[in-house]
Nanobody
Framework: QVQLVESGGGLVQAGGSVGISCVAS??????????IGWFRQAPGKDRKFVGS???????????DYIESVKDRFTISRDNAKNTVYLQMNNLKPEDTAVYYC????????????????????WGQGTQVTVSS
């Protein structure tokens, strides 16, 4: 079993910034080789893919974002700490959602894993509210 614990998020004004961290623990696994995805669920809507960091080869990672968050959100990871980060800048009210990190053991060098059922473990979710 792998546990993912999220921290951060909160209430922020439009145009502001907030970050979320996601720490993995539990069974022995090579965190550096796993795809870490970020999803969000807005009020009354389905949970959707936001972006991911996925191992390609060696020390190379591919990072993906949906169009609406490109140039505003940054996904980074510290493999030594089994931690992945989601930094969100220039936030908009439509970014209001519960944000989830998730881990997938799927090897995906060519394209992002956007399907939720391909993720094995999930964080508890963290609320981000952007006021206008």
């Amino acid at each position: 079993q792998v546990q993912l614990v999220e921290s951060g998020g909160g209430l922020v004004q439009a145009g502001g910034s907030v970050g979320i961290s996601c720490v993995a623990s539990g069974q022995t696994f090579d965190f550096s080789r796993y795809t870490i995805g970020w999803f969000r669920q807005a009020p009354g809507k389905d949970r959707k893919f936001v972006g991911s960091s996925r191992w390609s080869s060696g020390i190379k990672y591919n990072v993906d974002y949906i169009e609406s968050v490109k140039d505003r959100f940054t996904i980074s990871r510290d493999n030594a700490k089994n931690t992945v980060y989601l930094q969100m800048n220039n936030l908009k009210p439509e970014d209001t959602a519960v944000y989830y990190c998730a881990v997938s053991s799927q090897y995906a060098p060519a394209q992002p894993i956007t399907q939720q059922h391909l993720y094995d473990y999930w964080g508890q979710g963290t609320q981000v509210t952007v006021s206008s």
